[in-house]
Structure formats: structure tokens, C-alpha cells
């Protein structure tokens, strides 16, 4: 079976990027000249998604405007003769319908924004990304959606074990290539609790059953619903595994992730890799 359907979940706050995201959706924040919410749609579609399913909260409408036609702009382009802009903004457009847009009502937390989008994804498996875990390299999902057979799975990485309380982190089983067995998740945890230094970046593919457990998710760490705790729940009913990912991941949530992001990405553009080069030699 094919993964059809992607969420991405963008209701959330960013309080970690205020003032910026006072008015601006932190997914709107731009690497390079590209913002995060693109890159991961990019993503998706590189994975064969086919349907875009955005869980938005009040102040997010930037979001919608971007994956819309901007007719005055996209005119004033083509009188300019401003051609590589004009490809930039229209290629970049997905088919009429293929977007849908559902509002969180309330940050509640990314268990519940994924809830919200229950009745668009209806009873099909379905993936998940965040767009602020931005992935240089090989597309995750894709190599997702490739090892995936059934179940449930998410992305994973190992990360530093001082700092587990940032992450969800798995109970680890056999592990099969890229592949390992989820024998457990928490969310949060101190290091001294944590079962592994295994943590879940935000790519996930889970199976419709997980909107029912969602549904009954009373509130988990940071007094929010949590994903993780709903996805704990389905081990033993289904295969779950965690995926380690090939590409580098960049915690653009927080300040220090953003601007290394920028750094690592504007070094892989051959207009910038020199100039930026030359810049950071002569300063430090
Ligand atoms: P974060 O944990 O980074 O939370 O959410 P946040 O509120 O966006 O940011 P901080 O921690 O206050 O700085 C991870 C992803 O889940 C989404 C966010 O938009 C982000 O893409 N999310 C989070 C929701 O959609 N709704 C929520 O209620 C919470």
C-alpha cells in the first residue's frame, strides 16, 4: 500500500522564536530564500505524497497565500521579464485540491493538532512531518516511505544523551539495517530516566487506529496531547519501527538550529558556497 496523504501540522505557537513569530508562522521563517513549510512540502512530494493536509491555527494564513496563486505579483513578473522569479513562484504550485486546510482552534499540542485532521485522512495510513525538523540530504520520507511495510514508524536519530528531555525518545528492539523495533516511547524524558539517547525527529507514518487512541489522550508532558504518548500506545497492536534517516537534521525551532540551517543549506548553493566561505574566513 502507498502513503497517499501527508499532515503537517503548523497550529503551534513557536514561543521559542518570539518576536519573530509574534505575527509570523514560525514555518514561514526562511532558509536561504525558501520558507521551512516549502521544504517540507517538497519533501512529501519527493516521497509520492499526493495530498497536502495543513492543521493551521489563528495568524497562520501567511501559510495558505504561499501555496496560492499571487496573480499581481506573478503578472508584474511576466511584464518584467523577471523569468527565473516568475518559474520560482509557479513551480512550486500543487494541483487544484490537493491542499486542504483544517484549524487546530487551539495550540493543544501536536497529538491533538494531528487529530484535527482525522476526517480528511479518513481510514488510510498517513504521514506526518514537522516542518521545523528541516533535513539536509536525502529525503527522509522518501527512504520512509521506501522501508515501510505495514505499521507504524518514525524517523529517528541518536542524539547527544545529556539532552533526552528535548526529545521523544524510543525503547530500542533489534535493529534491521536503517530499520530498529520500537519496544517503547516517551516523551521527554530526563537522561537518567531515558531508555535510549534513540530520539524521533518529526517524520512519522501511523496507521488510522491512531486517531482513536488520540481521541481519548488525556494531556502528557508541557501539559499538552502528545503524539508520542498515542503512538506508545499502538505497540504490540501493529509492527513499529524507527528509521534512521541518512540526512542531517536541523532543529530549526529553535535559534541556534535555524542559523546553522541557514549556514549548512547556503553552503550547498553554488551562488553563495564561495562568497559565504570567503565571508566567514575573514571574520573568525
Ligand atoms: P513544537 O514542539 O516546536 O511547538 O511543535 P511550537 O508551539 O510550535 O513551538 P515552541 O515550542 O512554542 O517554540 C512541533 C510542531 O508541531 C506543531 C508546530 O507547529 C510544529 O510544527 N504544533 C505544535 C501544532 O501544530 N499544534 C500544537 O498545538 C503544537
Known sequence: MKIRKAIFP??????????????????????????????????????GIEEYIFVTGRNKSAIEDHFDHST???????????????????????????ISYVRQQEPAGLGHAVWCARNIVANEPVSILL?????????????????????????????DPEKTASY??????????????????????????????????GRYIIQPSVFTTLSTQSKG??????????????????????????GKRFDCGSKLGFVQANIAFALQRDDLKRPLQNWIKNQF
Open 10 to 47: 503548523v497550529g503551534g505557537l513557536g514561543t521559542r522564536f518570539l518576536p519573530a513569530t509574534k505575527a509570523l508562522p514560525k514555518e514561514m521563517l526562511p532558509v536561504v530564500d525558501k520558507p521551512l513549510i516549502q521544504y517540507a512540502v517538497e519533501e512529501a512530494a519527493e516521497a
Open 221 to 246: 508532558a508541557g501539559g499538552e496531547i502528545q503524539l508520542t504518548d498515542a503512538l506508545s500506545e499502538e505497540i504490540g497492536k501493529a509492527p513499529f519501527f524507527g528509521y534512521h534517516f541518512s
Open 131 to 159: 516542518a521545523d525538523d528541516l533535513i539536509l540530504g536525502k529525503p527522509a520520507l522518501k527512504e520512509m516511505c521506501e522501508a515501510w511495510k505495514g505499521g507504524n514508524m518514525v524517523a529517528t536519530m541518536k542524539v
Open 72 to 98: 499581481e505579483l506573478e503578472t508584474l513578473l511576466h511584464i518584467k521579464s523577471k523569468s527565473e522569479a516568475l518559474l520560482a513562484v509557479q513551480e512550486m504550485m500543487k494541483p487544484p485540491g490537493s
Open 168 to 201: 521523544g525518545i524510543i525503547t530500542p528492539g533489534k535493529t534491521f539495517g536503517n530499520l530498529v523495533e520500537v519496544h517503547g516511547l516517551v516523551e521527554k524524558p530526563k537522561p537518567k530516566d531515558a531508555p535510549s539517547a534513540i530520539a524521533i525527529v
